[in-house]
């Protein structure tokens, strides 16, 4: 059975950091520990930025990549862009899982099932119970909900905006790129809750989402499979949504889905007047939009 193979990656920045680590003085240590520990971070920060988080200077942080045996910044980051390797695309995941599948209905069918039920057994489980009544406090307060998703999950944003604007709670999505997520950012306020859909990838638009959010003082409630990810470290709730996807295969996005819906439902059972005086308000307007005579 053909599988699309995955690149083996040499960790020259693990080798070099178990190596060299010991022999640094505290300060370099903390900024190389930094620089191990965060390294999607790192491909997008400046030695200033570095700096800022682990205490120290910009000197600092160039003294540390250089004693860590790089000439710079820019050939550290050179290299954990080639330690993290292109990320595979929706076809080759796509090849990846349809290849493990046998040739009948029913294999397709387990693959999907199984991988929900797996997710609802987590999304079960008394940690993501916690999480998610936590993650309604800060929703039934709220002034606006902004859900962040990119790609598939800003389709998942925008149904689900509709269903939060239907339950009395003014949503908006953040699922563009460039200039239209900026058009769409700046319409944040403090008061303001931030769902994120996002998994391991710091890609820009998820890391200007967050520091926006964290900017406002918004609550950040996180939907992700990555645990480890620089998103979970600044989220204020954590959800644990198993998606599958694992060695290059198709992720379920149904998974997610799931888990806003959950949200949504929460919300709306825990401010029951409000979801009936808002679905009963949109029942006015609606008959008013329709033609006379029509029922």
């Given at each position: 059975m053909s599988r699309i193979s995955i690149k083996s990656r040499v960790d020259v920045l693990g080798e070099r950091y178990r190596l060299r680590a010991p022999t640094l003085s505290s300060g370099l240590q903390a900024v190389a520990r930094y620089i191990h520990d965060h390294r999607e971070v790192v491909l997008d920060a400046t030695a200033l930025e570095i700096a800022r988080a682990t205490n120290t200077s910009d000197a600092t942080v160039v003294r540390a990549v250089q004693a860590l045996g790089f000439a710079g910044l820019r050939d550290l980051k050179t290299t954990l862009n080639a330690w993290f390797g292109?990320?595979?695309?929706?076809?080759?995941?796509?090849?990846?899982?349809?290849?493990?599948?046998?040739?009948?209905?029913?294999?397709?069918?387990?693959f999907v099932l199984s991988g929900h039920k797996h997710a609802c057994d987590a999304l079960s489980e008394p940690h993501n119970r916690e999480a998610v009544?936590?993650?309604?406090?800060?929703?039934?307060?709220?002034?606006?909900?902004?859900?962040?998703?990119?790609?598939?999950?800003?389709?998942?944003?925008?149904?689900?905006?509709?269903?939060?604007?239907?339950?009395?709670?003014?949503?908006?999505t953040l699922n563009r790129s460039g200039i239209a997520l900026a058009e769409q950012l700046i319409g944040l306020q403090r008061g303001d809750v931030l769902i994120m859909m996002a998994q391991k990838s710091a890609h820009r638009e998820g890391m200007t989402a967050l520091?926006?959010?964290?900017?406002?003082?918004?609550?950040?409630?996180?939907?992700?499979?990555?645990?480890?990810?620089?998103?979970?470290?600044?989220?204020?709730?954590?959800?644990?949504?198993?998606?599958?996807?694992?060695?290059?295969?198709?992720?379920?996005?149904?998974?997610?889905?799931?888990?806003?819906?959950?949200?949504?439902?929460?919300?709306?059972?825990?401010?029951?007047?409000?979801t009936v005086k808002t679905m009963k308000r949109i029942q006015d307007l609606n008959r008013s939009l329709k033609p006379s005579g029509k029922k």
């Open positions: 292109p990320a595979m695309n929706s076809e080759e995941k796509m090849s990846a899982t349809v290849s493990e599948l046998s040739c009948d209905i029913n294999s397709g069918i387990d009544a936590k993650a309604v406090t800060h929703l039934i307060d709220a002034r606006q909900v902004a859900l962040f998703g990119i790609n598939a999950s800003g389709i998942l944003a925008d149904y689900s905006a509709r269903l939060f604007t239907r339950i009395g709670i003014p949503a908006v520091k926006e959010a964290k900017r406002l003082g918004m609550p950040v409630i996180l939907l992700t499979n990555a645990l480890d990810s620089a998103f979970a470290k600044q989220a204020d709730v954590i959800i644990n949504v198993p998606r599958g996807g694992e060695n290059g295969r198709m992720p379920l996005h149904g998974t997610v889905l799931v888990c806003l819906e959950m949200l949504i439902l929460s919300v709306a059972s825990a401010t029951s007047s409000r």
